[in-house]
């Protein structure tokens, strides 16, 4: 089974973020590989461990995504591409799919796997238009896979009702969550290895591609400005003697914010 | 003026909440709106869906559409949306709204937003506001394509029992099964539980809890409260609660009229989940538990004293009426 899983770098929300005249202030900002790709990665590695499963990452974008790269590498994947093209800078999700297409229709692959959605972004959406895009079955939100046979795999889906058990059939897209799995952590070998390892990072025309082919130069939507959240007003805290505050507080959600 | 195509969310039969406010908006936008509604046995809410407000109910009733599959879903919404010639198609903030949306928009070569907080439909595009990095900020966006796809935040819009709507049956014709995506088994979330996404009143249980009985003490809270039970991630991780009562960005998304925070300190990814809560009340041993910033009431102190005194007062309150 060869799979092809998609990382993206992301700003690490655990930081403080500062929204200054409409951006986001840039300085001392870290990046880390996005959390649901990184899941992604893990079921990948596990894939290649139980089934012997080929794995190849693909990166689209970032700049210069090498530690995240070499990290996916440490865990246990064996091959990585990177896309960064200047007529990338503006694409939204559409457009990487686009791209992430043309990687997939270069190769052989039988399972594409991407994290459900981008921490930084948190669109969501990415995963399922590729899969659109190349008429593929695909399943999002999913939190367990099982190995059927060649063409055949098994995803339990987090649905509205419950757990959906999802019968596909190879090639297909299937975009995780975060609960399937706990990523490992690359050990100091891994690591070392993943050092000497060559990443082939290409811009489109590399891929075989243009910035015409993707689309690049037509966003369907574009980020206008950054506000900070709205923070919500009003927030008493109470500290003492436990009863009086409790009683309080349940009076005040019962008179004034007509709660109970 | 503008057509909006509002997808009805419906479970058990019942129409959802999203659906009314999506309506309610849509009018409130000047837009005509119509509904489209997808399921084994939906015909028959074709009435209440006018009378919350929509104008043309496509109705896509068959047997193969009992269970949710993505494909054959987002097919029969296509198909809704290029009768009507919808210029904006919204879904209610639900897992099967988020895995069609995109599916919707990659069809009709239109841009999708997801978890979008506010419209815009005066300049000369339309423009969405909607969080981003963990909710940490909100973005505004500028959509380039005629059409929106677009997943509504839980609670962003309010309904308007004002608003109604005429009926005027449209039926859609079955589509094609997906042979490749094939739906198994459906293993239903514990029957008899109240699911988190519709309560009115949530209780979650988080690190301070500590054990089973800390989980089985705030537990008695939800139930005087007739409230959806939740966690948050710390206690999941634990094996103390099963993953669908988590509440987060990992998890569900939660905007009930009154959510108490209880042991939590409030990681953002949790407050992801319930920011959009109408009323939260949060218990914390920390004064400096970052829950306490989004808290209308705070109470500092140990949930294993404040809980039962909790239970107390809300039990005294209630006499009162």
Redesign the interface.
């Known amino acids: 089974m060869k799979i092809l899983v998609t990382a993206k770098k992301v700003?690490d929300?655990?930081l403080t973020?500062h929204?200054q005249d409409g951006a986001?202030v840039q300085d001392g900002m870290q990046y880390v590989i996005n959390a649901w790709d990184e899941s992604a990665v893990e079921a990948a590695v596990q894939l290649k461990e139980s089934h012997g499963a080929e794995t190849t990452l693909v990166s689209v974008g970032g700049g210069d995504n090498s530690d995240m790269i070499r990290r996916c590498y440490a865990m246990g994947i064996e091959q990585g591409i990177h896309i960064e093209d200047p007529a990338l800078a503006k694409a939204?999700?559409?457009i990487y799919?686009r791209v992430l297409q043309k990687v997939y229709e270069k190769g052989d692959y039988d399972l594409i796997l991407t994290g459900k959605q981008a921490?930084?972004?948190?669109?969501?959406?990415t995963g399922?238009?590729l899969?659109?895009?190349l008429g593929?079955?695909?399943?999002?939100?999913v939190?367990g896979i099982d190995v059927v046979d060649d063409q055949h795999i098994?995803v339990s889906?987090?649905?509205?009702?419950?757990?959906?058990?999802?019968?596909?059939?190879l090639p297909?897209v299937v975009n995780v969550?975060?609960?399937i799995n706990e990523p490992r952590l690359p050990q100091m070998r891994g690591i070392m290895m993943a050092k000497k390892k060559k990443i082939d990072v290409m811009d489109l025309a590399g891929l075989g591609t243009s910035a015409d082919a993707v689309n690049s130069a037509?966003?369907?939507?574009?980020?206008?400005?950054?506000?900070?959240?709205?923070?919500?007003k009003?927030?008493?805290?109470?500290?003492g003697d436990?009863?009086e505050?409790?009683?309080k507080?349940?009076?005040?959600?019962?008179n004034e914010?007509k709660?109970? | 003026m503008a057509k909006v195509l509002v997808v009805a969310e419906i479970k058990k039969g019942n129409i959802k909440s999203s659906t009314t406010e999506l309506l309610s908006k849509a009018k409130s936008l000047g837009a005509e709106a119509a509904t489209v509604a997808i399921g084994a046995d939906v015909g028959a809410l074709a009435p209440e869906l006018a009378n919350a407000g929509s104008d043309t109910q496509y109705i896509l009733e068959d047997a193969g559409m009992a269970f949710f599959s993505a494909g054959p879903y987002a097919s029969a919404v296509v198909d809704a949306a290029k009768q009507f010639e919808a210029d904006l198609i919204w879904f209610g903030f639900s897992e099967s709204g988020k895995a069609m949306a995109p599916r919707v928009a990659a069809q009709l070569d239109a841009a999708c937003a997801t978890e979008i907080t506010d419209i815009d439909l005066s300049g000369k595009h339309v423009e969405v506001i909607r969080p981003a990095i963990t909710n940490k900020v909100m973005q505004r966006v500028k959509v380039n394509t005629p059409k929106l796809v677009a997943v509504v935040r839980a609670g962003a819009f309010e309904a308007d029992t004002g608003i109604t709507g005429s009926e005027n049956v449209v039926k859609l014709a079955a589509p094609e099964a997906d042979l490749k995506a094939v739906i198994e088994e459906l293993v239903s979330e514990a029957s008899g539980e109240i699911d988190l996404a519709d309560a009115d009143v949530v209780v979650s249980v988080g690190r301070g809890a500590k054990d089973q009985a800390g989980i089985d003490l705030v537990r008695e809270l939800a139930n005087d409260l007739n409230a959806g039970f939740g966690s948050s991630r710390a206690m999941v991780d634990g094996g103390f609660m099963a993953h669908n009562k988590q509440v987060g960005q990992t998890g569900k998304i939660v905007a009930p009229t009154l959510y108490i925070a209880i042991g939590i300190s409030g990681a953002i990814q949790h407050l992801a989940g319930m920011n959009g809560s109408k009323v939260i009340l949060a218990v914390n041993k920390d004064p400096e538990a970052p829950i306490f910033n989004v808290a209308d009431y705070g109470i500092v102190g140990d949930l294993f004293e404040v809980v039962p005194l909790l239970r107390e007062e809300i039990a005294k309150q209630k006499r009162k009426r």
């Open positions: 700003v929300v655990e973020m929204v986001i939204d999700s559409s799919a921490q930084d972004t948190d669109s969501g959406q399922i238009i899969a659109e895009y593929l079955p695909c399943v999002s939100n939190v098994q889906r987090s649905g509205d009702s419950g757990t959906e058990i999802v019968s596909l059939e297909a969550d975060v609960s037509s966003p369907k939507s574009e980020v206008l400005e950054f506000m900070p959240t709205e923070t919500r009003g927030g008493q805290k109470f500290e436990a009863a505050i409790t009683a507080v349940v009076e005040l959600l019962a914010a709660a109970l």
